[in-house]
């Protein structure tokens, strides 16, 4: 019995290693970022089952050749060293137990990650600072600089007994030295980052703070350099916790998914404590932990122009806030308090710049202590914080780079905002859409609402003479208002629908706190031609030719087809051009990759067999060489009109009718095109996925068909046995295919599967469908 026992300890735990080195190995390669080390070799954070004692976790990591170095702050986790260099002591008392029986307690196994600072030190910057007005800070001064009943630990390199910091720090620890005091800031990160939340403001030297005033700084130094691990870190945010810190700054992360401190962090977030981290610094959209994590707040960086910083990751992002951008001058660097250390050890004081994440981070962790001074609850302060962003002032409004917006601080403190939140910033709705604006903190009766009004640039703000639309004061009956939000359709004001193409709205208020105005506004398409989510069988009447530009998101805009989009539409399609000359199977089924080469659904309209290029979807547009304009005008094949695809949609999408009213479709609106002699699909021997390439409906039966110098209609091809003339579309999951007779009409946006019985690879085989318009 006890040999059985011991094999089945050992096959467990060799169950339990191939399922943990698999997972690590895909944690490291395939979230990694190059240059960057994501755990400690040989360490592992383990998780023991409930109640086990320390001797039965080290007898257990003795079976796999490890010590365990530390116990960790959540319960039943150790942090443990893979080599048998365990303390004399612990070795004896294992060695004498070595061939009993023992109760494998470890049933979790993780990483050691490691964490990396988030700022790019830069010691030419010495400049106003533009990052306080850039979040308003002003403003927000005058509302309140900070009470010392807050506190925010800097879980950093320590923070230096700065001058400007005099009387703004409380106890802290230093885990990297293991003392009481954590002011070694050897690089000066903690120091920096410290005082872009509490320097003291007011007193005629250095720089003021978001917290410029009585807001207390715990120092936690966690950082003895460039790196640290999950333990030590573990360790620093849980005695920040126990000690009474309210928000946390975290400027530093990696990029493994650490489990183990993210329980940690759940339990500190549920605790009331506010957690803010930066979001990294290597340009990429790979999640960064903690920043990550729901329950922390990620900030990503802008520069002094309201830009994303070139170096920002993107991605998860909660929020934006001033991380500095040295790629517009040494001026456009964060300046705060600064630490010099010599190689005496000895400490200068003085002030200089930094970029990163790491710099914008503290300017939302000061933000939330501002809150937390003027009394909004803990639980509101993340929404205070993201629903006040603003918009950049120049550029697009993109959220894998802003979140909800750039910081505020006085739009948060005055808890005045009002959002559009329908129709969203460039989005597209039907002809009769819902309008629903989000609002916080203000008086009702003073919101006006301005549609498709005059004098519209790019700061969209109308006349000044220009009267609002709606005004609630006197159109309370036909709005619906909630405690969170205004409501109404066009309808309830306008008669008839609302036409297609662009449309404009601007909203407007005044905070119930401060007198403040605040406002916010969009623009939007209206469409005529709605596809609900699901599984279609779709087709784009336009003729696309500039094919690396023109993508299915500019004419189904609410749809994302982007690889790392989140739900992702997709498109799939039929090729049934044979795979080569000797081998008639069809190419087959193939998915749209944006922005890849190689893609024969949407970029490549041709296939190479044997050097002789094949359309394997689309027709033709006929155009005039401009080179030689007493040149024959000439055919282009085009992509995708007349092309059959499989859309899966995971939300509703409108078509962009603007499509159809420009010089890019539709096809039969283009110069130069014989609508007389149609448009012409090449199809092959089998199934083939076809469309109607026009925006209006054209009768199945006018359709021709040409096979070795000869045309037919629809009918006669069937009886010659080149086609069937029924066809077949998709009615969704609950209706299935449908038939279509010759006696129906082909809808424009949809595609159908037409089996065809002829039509090869060489010239003189090809089988021609030429759609009539």
């Not at 041709?606 to 050097?611: C, D, E, L, T």
């Amino acid at each position: 019995m006890e040999r059985c026992a011991c094999w089945s300890v050992r096959h467990t735990f060799y169950v339990l290693m191939v399922f943990a080195c698999t997972w690590l190995t895909v944690s490291a390669w395939a979230i990694g970022v190059p240059g960057k080390q994501v755990y400690v070799p040989n360490e592992y954070i383990v998780h023991a089952r409930a109640g086990s004692s320390l001797e039965a976790v080290e007898e257990s990591a003795q079976r796999i050749g490890a010590t365990v170095v530390k116990a960790l702050p959540l319960e039943d986790y150790y942090l443990i060293r893979m080599g048998r260099s365990a303390a004399p002591a612990t070795g004896v008392r294992l060695a004498a137990t070595a061939y009993r029986p023992v109760r494998w307690v470890i049933d979790g196994i993780q990483p050691n990650y490691v964490y990396h600072l988030c700022a790019v030190p830069n010691d030419e910057y010495w400049l106003k600072q533009w990052d306080m007005r850039l979040i308003d800070m002003p403003a927000a001064w005058d509302l309140t600089k900070g009470a010392a009943k807050v506190t925010v630990a800097v879980i950093d390199t320590g923070v230096a007994n700065h001058p400007d910091l005099s009387g703004r720090l409380v106890a802290g620890y230093d885990f990297i030295d293991n003392d009481n005091d954590p002011s070694n800031d050897l690089v000066g990160h903690g120091t920096h980052v410290a005082g872009t939340i509490g320097a003291q403001g007011g007193n005629s030297i250095g720089i003021a703070g978001v917290c410029w005033n009585g807001v207390k700084i715990m120092p936690v130094r966690v950082f003895g350099g460039e790196g640290s691990t999950t333990d030590i870190i573990m360790q620093g945010e849980d005695w920040a916790f126990k000690n009474g810190a309210h928000v946390f700054n975290m400027s530093y992360g990696g990029y493994g998914d650490d489990p183990v401190r993210h329980q940690a962090l759940q339990v500190i977030a549920n605790a009331g404590v506010i957690l803010c981290a930066a979001a990294g610094n290597d340009a990429v959209d790979i999640p960064h932990y903690p920043s990550a994590y729901p329950e922390v707040i990620s900030v990503s960086a802008v520069g002094p122009y309201d830009a994303p910083a070139f170096y920002t990751n993107y991605g998860k992002i909660d929020i934006a806030a001033p991380g500095g951008d040295s790629s517009l001058g040494s001026d456009a660097l964060v300046w705060s308090t600064l630490v010099e250390v010599d190689d005496s050890g000895k400490q200068t004081m003085t002030y200089g710049g930094m970029q990163g994440t790491s710099m914008a981070c503290p300017h939302v962790a000061g933000a939330a202590a501002l809150l937390l001074s003027y009394g909004v609850p803990a639980e509101e302060v993340k929404n205070r914080l993201l629903s006040s962003a603003r918009r950049p002032k120049s550029g697009s409004m993109d959220p894998l780079y802003y979140g909800a917006g750039i910081l505020d601080v006085q739009a948060a403190l005055a808890n005045a905002t009002l959002k559009i939140a329908q129709p969203r910033k460039g989005s597209t709705v039907g002809t009769d859409p819902e309008f629903k604006i989000t609002k916080q903190g203000v008086n009702v009766d003073t919101i006006k609402i301005y549609i498709d009004y005059a004098d519209f640039d790019e700061d969209g703000v109308p006349d000044s003479g220009e009267e609002p639309a709606i005004e609630l004061v006197r159109d309370k009956p036909r709005v619906t208002i909630t405690d969170t939000s205004i409501s109404f359709r066009w309808s309830d004001f306008f008669e008839g629908k609302m036409t297609s193409g662009q449309h404009n709205i601007y909203v407007i208020g005044t905070a119930i706190a401060g007198g403040a105005d605040v406002s916010d506004w969009a623009v939007f398409s209206v469409a005529k031609t709605k596809v609900p989510k699901g599984i279609h069988m779709f087709s784009f009447p336009y003729a696309l030719t500039n094919r690396s530009v023109e993508t299915p998101s500019l004419i189904l805009p609410e749809a994302e087809f982007g690889v790392n989009a989140i739900p992702r539409a997709t498109l799939i399609r039929w090729i049934a051009a044979p795979r080569s000359a000797t081998d008639p199977t069809p190419v087959g089924y193939e998915i749209y990759t944006p922005n890849s080469s190689a893609d024969r659904v949407w970029i490549s309209p041709f296939y190479s067999i044997g050097g002789t290029s094949l359309p394997i979807g689309g027709g033709y547009a006929v155009y005039q060489n401009p080179l030689d304009p007493l040149q024959p005008l000439q055919k282009t094949f085009t992509f995708p009109a007349g092309t059959g695809f499989w859309l899966i949609l995971p939300v509703d999408a409108w078509v962009d009718d603007s499509w159809a009213n420009s010089s890019r479709g539709p096809l039969e609106g283009l110069a130069g095109f014989d609508g007389s002699k149609g448009f012409d699909i090449r199809l092959y021997a089998g199934w083939n996925m076809i469309g109607n390439p026009y925006t209006h409906a054209v009768p199945w039966r006018a359709c021709l068909f040409t096979y070795k110098g000869q045309t037919k209609s629809l009918l006669d091809a069937e009886a010659a046995g080149w086609v069937r003339s029924a066809i077949y579309g998709y009615g969704g999951a609950t209706v299935g295919y449908q038939r279509v007779s010759d006696r129906d009409m082909l809808e424009p946006y949809k595609g159908y599967w037409l089996l065809a019985q002829v039509g090869g690879v060489n010239s003189s085989d090809s089988l021609i469908l030429t759609i009539l318009p």
